[in-house]
């Protein structure tokens, strides 16, 4: 499966973000898309998510960028989960582009929802 992950720039997403998934049992089963891991240049997400199996957009931190990858994804049928930091209350919007919402407390917490819904 193809799976791009989303984010804002407004957090320590190499750390909490990237770092996790990719020492995840699914990243080995999956290629995992991460734009910025190895270059803060502007990642060509539009072509990506047209042949994407899945996005994981980190809702926690609104962002412009974020919200037109969304809109992307959608516009090509390509299915989002959106997850949010416990205590975070997302856009009220996303629920036009995603019904799977998942509420994590911290790193590993999100892994094992994810594996659970992607494997």
């Known amino acids: 499966m193809k799976i791009y992950i989303g984010h804002s720039k407004d957090f320590d997403f190499k750390k909490e973000l990237y770092l996790p998934i990719r020492q995840s049992s699914f990243n080995k ?17 539009k072509n990506f998510l047209q042949n994407c199996d899945l996005m994981i957009a980190e809702v926690s931190f609104s962002g ?42 911290n790193p590993e917490d999100l892994i094992e929802k994810l594996k659970e819904i992607i494997e």
């Not at 089963?29 to 997400?45: A, R, T, W």
């Not at 390509?78 to 509420?103: H, M, N, Q, R, W």
């Open 64 to 105: 412009t960028s974020l919200g037109i990858e969304i809109g992307w994804a959608n516009a090509f049928s390509c299915p989002v989960i959106c997850v949010y930091k416990t205590g975070v209350k997302p856009s009220s919007g996303l629920k036009a582009v995603s019904d799977t919402f998942i509420e994590y407390s």
């Open 29 to 45: 089963n999956h290629e995992i898309v991460l734009p910025h891991e190895k270059s803060d240049e502007l990642f060509n997400s």
